[in-house]
Nanobody, 126 residues
């Protein structure tokens, strides 16, 4: 049973924008936290941004602050990642994740998330 489905990836030139979407269903639609992670071959998966479903509070990695925005539409069970001013180093497979909080906070720690989407590729050319 597929519970997280991402879309919106693609190829863009540096300085461009993309918006990723993730539709949640089943148990994945009821977890307290959702997040976006990204991974390039040979490197660990890193947390990009997270959001608390109930309060809407967010966190983001320093590398994307001011450029990426995580948001949600709870009525549609959909998570978004608006990516602006994209750089070649943002090239990666992006994953949507749903999981538990850490003391009430939605952190960007891999082990807190037990539901994962299939990933969507983002490629930024210089």
């Amino acid at each position: 049973q597929v519970q997280l489905v991402e879309s919106g990836g693609g190829s863009v030139q540096a300085g461009g924008s993309l918006r990723l979407s993730c539709v949640a269903s089943g148990y994945a639609a009821r977890t307290p936290c959702m997040a976006w992670f990204r991974q390039v071959p040979g490197k660990e998966r890193e947390g990009v941004a997270s959001i608390n479903r109930r309060f809407g509070s967010t966190t983001s990695a320093d590398s994307v602050k001011g450029r990426f925005t995580i948001s949600q539409d709870n009525a549609k069970n959909t998570l978004y990642l608006q990516m602006n001013s994209l750089k070649p180093e943002d090239t990666a497979m992006y994953y949507c994740a749903a999981g538990a909080s850490d003391g009430g906070f939605c952190v960007r720690t891999l082990r807190r998330y037990n539901f994962w989407g299939q990933g969507t590729q983002v490629t930024v050319s210089s």
